[in-house]
């Protein structure tokens, strides 16, 4: 009775237009004045608790990178090294589109930053060029939950704290897949692309050309092996790489390519805080929130529910990746890692999964929550970039929702896919 109303309570407040953080801490605050068992001092606590992580102090630094990174008009070049990589397959601006958040994601982790760089030069270009609207925004917000996958993804780092896992083995563990899904974007738009007749770049390739735009993007490409070189070869921690990635990403938009002013830097710094804040914010609030789920419960009654489909995996696979879609239509990726991974990790592990392959597996469910409807910000940001109605993005986001949901499978039914770079690199033994 109390999760069904507690469940009621959360869809109603979401409907209403409730922002995520407030929604998550008011349900504990009700929670304890109707039954007066605990002192609202329970709440602030476990905002606390649910802040005191050391990793955690790596998502401001990552925020910030992406911030510098488009002051410092670096999508620009990268976008131009993604025309002279794949400009000259058919549908050439959509796989700009795919390449450009591939090589964007690889420098800030953050979906909602690819949107907006990527989106903002893109989806405008894409609609010139003869695609629709629709088409370019659900490519572009789906392109950006690459940024969710590959490292240095600001989602694997909060799994990783929250359930006690290493940032590196989870880093190294979401190349493949987010390689994985940037390939199969690609083909489906090659598909649409024989299908309704959509150009290419014309202009002959030339290994000149390709040149002049890796020496224009190598000052950016430096920030990956970094943030990933370094963490996942045990130089520093993900905070100390994030450190250094704010700095040279600063170094490189101020003395590098000279695009980064005293005027930019404060409008960057002030878009960073912003951000942060509000991720900071459903952080805080998620504590409360998974204290009133296991007060009543609710998480011990999901593993229950989970645990009875473990001995008979394609089941298990069906109904895990089944509740992770639809959890991820009401609740935004950070909250669904916050609250319900440690319970969904285990719960995986139990049913024979590996715990990297299951938190991958969760990563790339919770992530396909930000281009889910009717929570899905990156959907919503990419839809109004285009000027478009978010029924028609909906529709054209079906089928490459398709292929995240095809990635989720492969990785459930292909360990490797997941454990081979971290049993490489020494993350996982035996």
Known sequence: MELALLVTALVVLIVLGAPMGVTMAMLPVVYILVTGELPLSTVPYQMYEALSHVPLLAVPFFILTAELMNSGQITERLLVLARELVGRIRGGL??????????????????????????????????????????????TAMGSTIGGILPPSILIVLLASTVGMSIGSLFAAGILPGLLVGLLLMVVVYIYAVKRGYGRFEDPFTFGALWRALIGAWAALVIPAIIVGGIVFGVFTATEAG???????FGIGAFVYRTLTPRTLGTTLFRAVKITSAVFIILAASGPFSWLLNRIGALQGLEGFLLQFADIPVVFGMVLVGLIIVVGTILEPVPCVIVLAPTLVKVCVAAGLHEVQAALVLTVGFIMGSVSPPVGVCYFT?????????????????????????VMFVMLVFPPLTLTLPRLLGFIRG
């Open 94 to 139: 959509a796989q700009m589109n795919v390449v450009g958040s591939m090589l964007f994601a690889a420098m800030n982790g953050s979906a909602v930053a690819d949107v907006a760089a990527i989106g903002g030069i893109l989806i405008p270009a894409m609609k010139k060029a003869g695609f629709p609207g629709p088409f370019a925004a659900a490519l």
């Open 243 to 249: 450190a250094i990635a704010v700095l040279v990403a």
């Open 382 to 406: 990419a839809a109004a970039i285009a000027g478009e109605k978010i029924e028609k993005v909906a529709r054209a986001l079906l089928p490459f929702l398709l292929v995240e949901i095809f």
